[in-house]
């Protein structure tokens, strides 16, 4: 059973600051792994998408890297500003039953 | 394009009562979701519907949740009756192709958050 792990549970950083979010997964067998965001009272809404064969993706100030044979991935968001206050979820897609495993998040708050 | 709707937003209940969620996901999606997030952890997948059919429903505790997603758009989620630690979001999603192992995003509504009392 997949078992996904995001370290730290909460992070608080001052406005400009660059943003580090770990991910951790068991079961290297994965076919695709995710970054989403969820604001409150919100749903998710993907940031990254990073394939099985890729190492990492960028979108603007987002960078995401992939080391699927120990199992991590890790979300970079450069200058941080308070609009990115949220909670950063990881997301891994078995390539068995391609079923999601989510991990707990990454509550993020960026003070001005 | 319009986004997954789900509704209520909110509810309260007391243990033992029913209740029923409703999710319209964006149109012509094929596979729709549900999810289960309680505070504090990530969303725990319940079921999965593609087109009008059931592809997975292993972890839905059938006992006292069932699901329909009749013709294949909207979607009910029913809890029959309510536990105290049935607390929690209830995420809809959707995806626009078929293929499980394709690699399209989930698109998320934005909950409904049960309180049961």
């Known amino acids: 059973k997949q078992e996904v792990t995001q370290i730290p549970a909460a992070l608080s950083v001052p406005e400009g600051e660059n943003l580090v979010l770990n991910c951790s997964f068991t079961?290297?067998?994965?076919?695709?792994l995710q970054w989403f965001r969820q604001d409150p009272g919100k749903g998710l809404t993907s940031l990254l998408l990073i394939q099985s064969s890729q190492r990492e993706q960028t979108s603007g100030r987002l960078n995401a890297s992939l080391d699927k044979s120990s199992g991590r991935s890790t979300l970079y968001i450069a200058a941080s500003q308070p609009g990115d206050s949220a909670t950063y979820l990881c997301?891994?897609?078995?390539?068995?039953?391609?079923?999601?495993?989510f991990g707990a998040g990454t509550t993020v708050t960026v003070r001005a | 394009e319009a986004g997954v709707a789900q509704s209520p937003r909110y509810k309260i209940i007391e243990k033992r009562q029913s209740v029923a969620f409703w999710c319209n996901p964006i149109s012509g999606h094929a596979t729709l979701y549900w999810y289960q997030q309680i505070l504090g952890q990530g969303p725990k997948l319940l079921i999965q519907?593609?087109?009008?059919?059931?592809?997975?429903d292993s972890q839905l505790p059938k006992d006292r949740f069932s699901a329909e997603r009749l013709k294949g758009v909207d979607s009910t989620l029913k809890i029959q009756p309510a536990k105290l630690e049935d607390s929690a979001v209830y995420l809809c999603?959707?995806?626009?192709?078929?293929?499980?192992?394709?690699?399209?995003?989930?698109?998320f509504g934005p909950g409904t958050r049960l309180l049961v009392l």
């Open positions: 999603a959707s995806t626009l192709r078929v293929t499980p192992g394709g690699q399209e995003t989930q698109y």
């Open positions: 079961d290297s067998a994965i076919y695709n």
């Open positions: 997301a891994v897609k078995s390539a068995d039953d391609y079923k999601l495993s």
């Open positions: 519907f593609q087109n009008n059919g059931v592809v997975d």
